[in-house]
């Protein structure tokens, strides 16, 4: 009988702790949210190359060293620094086989080049032949401050959350206290369709020599953040 009633206690004091564990406060839920767009400014655009026969006749051919060395002083020439010019494909160079098993063979080599504005990449087209560019095209591209921006977008999607409360809360006559609960929900980047340049078409707009290259507008990056807040009705 002893051992019942001693369960028994344990089981009410159970029951009574719980309950004083429920939160009575008043409150509300709400969500906000921000959003801007960016233009980026980092950048990388990959070039492949490819030998080529200056004199079909004679099979006088352009090596892919030349063309190399031609791309090198176009960038430099750009103002981009040469640590953002690198190899992007090595694997293709390796044509000492093929040249040996075929005379006719033409190298190829692709390169990744960083830069900032994309009419430097326009700048550094101009500065090479344009029958040695295979194809261009734009690989990955970001925002030098987009981490900034990302916390001052959450910043003001909890200041819309709680300007969301505030109004709501008062046309029922309260007024919002502190807030009890934060969490971030659908924070995404919502990145925009990006400028790609297929130069294979260069050979066209080479006939016209004396037309400069058109400026570009790139593609902004869009950046929604949403925040979900619970605040004690006062």
Request: proline letters at 3%; hydrophobic letters at 40%.
């Amino acid at each position: 009988m002893k051992r019942l009633f001693f369960i028994a206690l344990i089981s009410g004091i159970t029951i009574t702790t719980s309950a004083q564990t429920i939160d009575m406060r008043r409150k509300i839920e709400v969500s906000g949210s921000a959003e801007t767009e960016v233009t980026p400014d980092i950048i990388y655009v990959g070039i492949s190359l490819k030998e080529y026969y200056r004199d079909n006749a004679n099979k006088k051919k352009v090596d892919i060293e030349d063309l190399e060395k031609q791309l090198y002083s176009a960038v430099i020439n750009a103002g981009i620094p040469k640590e953002n010019f690198t190899i992007n494909n090595i694997s293709s160079y390796n044509y000492t086989w093929e040249k040996k098993k075929n005379p006719d063979f033409l190298a190829r080599k692709q390169y990744r080049i960083k830069v900032t504005d994309l009419n430097k990449f326009n700048q550094i087209l101009n500065g090479v032949e344009p029958r040695a560019i295979e194809y261009t095209n734009i690989e990955s591209y970001d925002y030098s401050k987009i981490e900034s921006l990302k916390r001052d977008l959450k910043i003001k999607a909890l200041q819309a959350a709680k300007d969301k409360a505030s109004f709501l809360a008062e046309a029922v006559n309260d007024k919002v206290g502190d807030a009890i609960e934060i969490q971030e929900i659908n924070n995404e980047v919502y990145p925009q369709p990006y400028y790609r340049a297929n130069v294979m078409m260069m050979d066209k707009a080479a006939a016209a020599e004396s037309a400069p290259m058109p400026e570009i507008d790139f593609k902004k990056i869009k950046l929604n953040y949403q925040m979900r807040a619970v605040f004690e009705l006062k």
